[in-house]
């Protein structure tokens, strides 16, 4: 199996959990990646060697340095300045894959795994081995059904919760639990009006400052990045699914501005809403993995 892969995942029918990018690496010494800022979740399992990541948690302060070796994974969240570096004696092999989507949040922080707290530790040999065979059945088949892919980054993540040393303990049957997926559903039900978070909390009976932290508590966002997150995934299916106009797509996600839903969007997904149209066009037209033996990309 040839390690120096880069493959693109270019199905976007999913919304709680969307695939992008993934592939694997055979670093060179002291090979370096950043600083750049993610516009999705970026997972590394380090199979062999080990490295370092920087973290800046807060502008103009400086970065946090997390050693990470085999065995281990690190996360990178979205929004954050990072870097990753190989070591120069023994420098980090290791697959990866970015993803997203309305839960994505949820799971991670599940696991333990944060910006503040980004590195990954299995709490056993065993379930070291799963996450890596796990990671690595992405790239030995790259040619499997987006349906069997999207499933087996959910094996992926349940792996990461049930074995990180870092997993919180999460209790379903608490009342916290009920009053984020009661806002959930008000949110699927009514994101193309223009809802706030004050609604959200009159719909769960809470006062909004304590609804916003019990919301952010469970789903590892706040109330209104889910929205904001809800309404884009919404607005990247009807770019890529139909040809309505622009104008007409801001307004069925709750945009009335649609230079506000351009930022938006673009804060999201990188690009404004006409570019990722024409990249996803470009994409449906390729083979749906593309290998080109590079590091991943922006």
Not at 262 to 291: C, E, M, W
Request: with cysteine.
């Amino acid at each position: 199996m040839r390690m120096d892969s880069f493959h693109v995942f270019s199905d976007t029918r999913f919304l709680d959990l969307a695939a992008y990018q993934y592939g694997g690496e055979q670093c060179k010494p002291l090979h370096s990646y950043g600083p750049a800022i993610r516009n999705h979740y970026l997972f590394h399992y380090v199979l062999s060697g080990k490295g370092t990541l920087e973290v800046n948690l807060k502008k103009d302060e400086k970065a946090v340095s997390y050693p990470v070796h085999a065995g281990q994974g690190f996360l990178i969240e979205p929004g954050y300045i990072t870097t990753y570096t190989a070591d120069h004696y023994d420098p980090w092999e290791y697959v990866w894959i970015e993803f997203d989507g309305l839960r994505a949040g949820e799971f991670t922080s599940e696991a333990g795994l944060t910006a503040a707290s980004p590195v990954f530790t299995p709490s056993s040999p065993e379930a070291a081995e799963t996450i890596a065979r796990e990671m690595l059945y992405m790239i030995e088949h790259p040619n499997v059904t987006g349906l069997h892919f999207i499933g087996n980054l959910y094996l992926i993540l349940d792996t990461l919760i049930s074995s990180s040393s870092k997993r919180r303990k999460i209790q379903h049957g608490k009342l916290s639990r009920f009053y984020a997926q009661e806002a959930i559903s008000f949110i699927e039900q009514s994101y193309p009006l223009p809802i706030t978070v004050e609604d959200m909390a009159k719909r769960c009976n809470l006062d909004r400052s304590y609804f916003g932290k019990v919301f952010k508590d469970t789903i590892g966002q706040s109330p209104q990045e889910f929205l904001i997150r809800y309404r884009m995934t919404k607005a990247s299916t009807l770019l890529t699914m139909t040809d309505l106009p622009i104008s007409n797509i801001c307004e069925q996600v709750g945009y009335p501005n649609q230079l506000h839903f351009s930022r938006a969007f673009k804060n999201v997904y990188g690009v404004s809403p006409r570019t990722y149209r024409q990249k996803h066009k470009q994409i449906s037209i390729a083979s749906d993995s593309l290998d080109f033996g590079k590091e991943e990309t922006l």
